[in-house]
C-alpha cells in the first residue's frame, strides 16, 4: 500500500513539474515572439507596418506612424513581461490576450478588405507573411498563452513597481527614439539641383525598344508623379506600397512607375506591393541608368517634363502631392 501511494506521489510531482517546465516554455516562447515581431517591425523599416494602419483606415498618414509605435512599444513590454515570468495571471498574460486580440481582429479586417495577399507586416520586411498566415500564427498564440494561464508557474521573481513603471515608459519610448517620425517632407537631403528639364525623349524614342517600353502616358506634357523602381530593391518595393495607398486614397493623382529588373519578376514584385493600381512601363539599361542614376528609388514631381522635386520614399506624402497639384509649389 506505501509503495502504492509513494508511485502516486511520484506521478503526481512528475506531473506538476511537466506542467511548470511546459508553462515555462510557452512564456518564455510567447515572449521571444513577441519581442522579435516588434523588433522586425521597427527595424530597419517601420513602414510596412505603418501602411497597413493607412490601408484599413485606422489612421492616416500623420496619424499611423504614432498608433505603429505605440503598438510596437506594448509589444516589446509584453514580451520582456513573459520573458520575466512577471505576475503573470493578473497582469501580463492580460496584456497578452488584449494585444492578440488586437491583432486577430486587425488581421480579420485586413483579410475582408484586401484579402489574402500581400505582407501584413507583422514581422516587417523581415518574415513576410501573409495575413490568413498572421491569423493562424496568433491564434497558436493565444493557444500557448491559455497553456501558461491554466498550467500556472511557481517560478516568481518579485519585482517593484517602480521597475517595472520605467520597464513599460521605455519600451514605449523606445520605438520613438529608434526610429523616429519624420513629418518635415523635405528633399534637402539628396543633394541635387532641381528646375531642369528631364529627357524623356529617352523613353518615346528609344533606340532599342526591346529595352524601353513607350509609356501609354505623356509624362512630357503636364504635372505627373513618376517614380523609377527596381523590380528587386527593398526600398523601392516600400516605395511602391506607399504609392498603392497614396493612389487608392486618392485615384486622381498622376502617379507612373518606371520600372526596371526582368519582367518575369513583376508578377513577385505585385504579389508584394499590390501596386497594381499604378501604370507602369519597363526602362532597361543605360537609358534607365540616365534618367534616374543608380541611387533607387528615384521620384520626382515633374511638370511638363522639368523636375521641380525629388524625394526619397520615405518623404513622400500624399498631401504635399496634392498641395502641389493644387497650388504649384512643390
Not at 9 to 20: D, G, H, N
Request: charged share 15%; hydrophobic share 45%.
Amino acid at each position: 500500500m506505501d509503495s502504492i501511494l509513494i508511485y502516486l506521489s511520484t506521478i503526481a510531482v512528475y506531473m506538476k513539474l511537466t506542467k511548470i517546465l511546459i508553462s515555462v516554455f510557452f512564456s518564455i516562447s510567447l515572449g521571444l515572439i513577441f519581442v522579435y515581431s516588434a523588433y522586425a517591425k521597427l527595424l530597419p523599416l517601420v513602414e510596412t507596418f505603418e501602411f497597413t494602419f493607412v490601408d484599413l483606415g485606422i489612421g492616416d498618414w500623420y496619424t499611423a506612424p504614432i498608433l505603429a509605435r505605440l503598438i510596437i512599444g506594448l509589444e516589446f513590454f509584453a514580451g520582456i513581461l513573459l520573458l520575466a515570468n512577471y505576475n503573470l495571471k493578473k497582469f501580463t498574460l492580460p496584456l497578452t490576450f488584449s494585444l492578440l486580440g488586437f491583432f486577430i481582429v486587425y488581421l480579420s479586417v485586413q483579410l475582408l478588405i484586401s484579402g489574402n495577399s500581400g505582407n501584413c507586416g507583422c514581422f516587417g520586411e523581415h518574415l513576410k507573411m501573409t495575413p490568413f498566415q498572421a491569423l493562424l500564427k496568433n491564434m497558436l498564440m493565444v493557444i500557448a498563452a491559455l497553456v501558461v494561464y491554466f498550467f500556472g508557474s511557481t517560478w516568481k521573481v518579485k519585482y517593484s513597481r517602480f521597475l517595472v513603471s520605467l520597464l513599460a515608459s521605455t519600451a514605449v519610448l523606445a520605438p520613438f527614439v529608434l526610429n523616429p517620425i519624420d513629418y518635415s517632407y523635405t528633399s534637402n537631403n539628396l543633394d541635387e539641383k532641381v528646375n531642369y528639364q528631364l529627357d524623356l525623349n529617352l523613353l518615346y524614342y528609344p533606340e532599342d525598344t526591346a529595352k524601353v517600353q513607350v509609356p501609354e502616358p505623356d509624362l512630357r506634357k503636364g504635372k505627373h508623379v513618376v517614380a523609377f523602381l527596381s523590380l528587386t530593391c527593398q526600398h523601392c518595393r516600400v516605395a511602391a506600397k506607399k504609392f498603392r495607398l497614396i493612389k487608392k486614397k486618392n485615384p486622381a493623382l498622376p502617379i507612373y512607375f518606371i520600372l526596371n529588373g526582368e519582367r518575369a519578376m513583376y508578377q513577385s514584385f505585385i504579389e508584394d506591393t499590390q501596386a497594381d493600381n499604378i501604370p507602369y512601363s519597363f526602362c532597361l539599361g543605360k537609358s534607365f541608368i540616365q534618367l534616374a542614376s543608380t541611387q533607387l528609388p528615384r521620384i520626382y514631381y515633374l511638370d511638363n517634363s522639368v523636375i521641380v522635386k525629388k524625394v526619397d520614399y520615405f518623404e513622400l506624402n500624399q498631401y504635399a502631392i496634392e498641395n502641389w497639384l493644387k497650388t504649384g509649389k512643390p
